[in-house]
């Protein structure tokens, strides 16, 4: 027996899922999961989280395969805040400038394992 492939499925793709059940209510979900070659049981668990994939969906790029929240919450709130702060003020800076000040408010949380990135 061949082992099944691993597939991870942008939140697209699983939108893709749950429009097509929608529209098809009376076709039973292992047919379904078969025309979107998934197994039945990943096809449940997409329904199931419609709220959560849905809520998502809105929140970032439907083209994006997994939600990562932010590891340091408090400092990414603080950074937003001085770069509202900044942008109203009318104050420009660069990306150089942004990661300097993410930085200093990291040493200033006492966040000893943070590292700024481009991204």
């Known amino acids: 027996m061949m082992s099944r492939k ?3 499925l942008s939140l697209e793709e699983k939108l ?3 429009k097509a059940t929608d529209k098809q209510p009376a076709q039973k979900r292992v047919d379904s999961a078969k025309d979107f070659g998934l197994p039945p049981s990943t096809l449940n ?3 199931s989280k419609r709220d959560e994939i849905e809520r998502i ?3 970032i790029s ?3 395969k997994q939600a990562r929240g932010a590891k340091h919450k408090k400092h990414d709130e603080a950074l937003l805040t001085w770069f509202k702060k900044a942008c109203a003020a009318d104050i420009s800076f660069d990306s150089h400038i942004l990661r300097e000040k ?3 408010i990291a040493n200033r949380q006492g ?6 990135s481009n991204g």
């Open 6 to 8: 691993w597939k991870v």
């Open 45 to 47: 668990s997409i329904v």
């Open 16 to 18: 893709d899922v749950l």
């Open 62 to 64: 439907p083209k994006g």
């Open 111 to 116: 966040i000893a394992d943070f590292t700024e």
């Open 102 to 104: 993410a930085m200093k």
């Open 57 to 59: 969906a809105a929140l």
